[in-house]
Nanobody
């Protein structure tokens, strides 16, 4: 599984961005994590293998939307109403293979493959 995240950039508070994660061999739950300067990596969102189940961290719930398009082998993270606290490097990751269709892990130890990050900077 190879992953590549893109779509980051510099925006102002209140703006929107859409991150993309393209992958080869995408029949896994796909998650987004982020790491701000000086902080540990944290869970942002995850979508199940077939897209039927999603999960969000409390800090982004109601503002971010995760989706997937398996015809494009891509997972998207639509980020709305961005805040300066959202500034971080965002990573997408593919979970270890799991037979459960609606598996949505939130721990980074459940993820086997990681893409390179994409930087999101939100100015106030």
């Amino acid at each position: 599984v190879q992953l590549q995240a893109s779509g980051g950039g510099l925006v102002q508070a209140g703006d929107s961005l859409r991150l993309s994660c393209t992958a080869v061999g995408l029949d896994r739950a796909i998650g987004w994590f982020r790491q701000a300067p000086g902080k540990e990596r944290e869970f942002v969102s995850v979508i199940s293998r077939r897209g039927g189940v999603t999960s969000y961290s409390d800090s982004v719930k109601g503002r971010f939307i995760i989706s997937r398009d398996d015809t494009e082998a891509a997972v998207y993270l639509q980020m709305n109403h961005l805040k300066p606290d959202d500034t971080a490097v965002y990573y997408c990751a593919a979970a270890f293979a799991n037979a459960r269709t609606f598996y949505v892990p939130v721990q980074d130890t459940a993820y086997a493959h990681w893409g390179q990050g994409t930087l999101v900077t939100v100015s106030s």
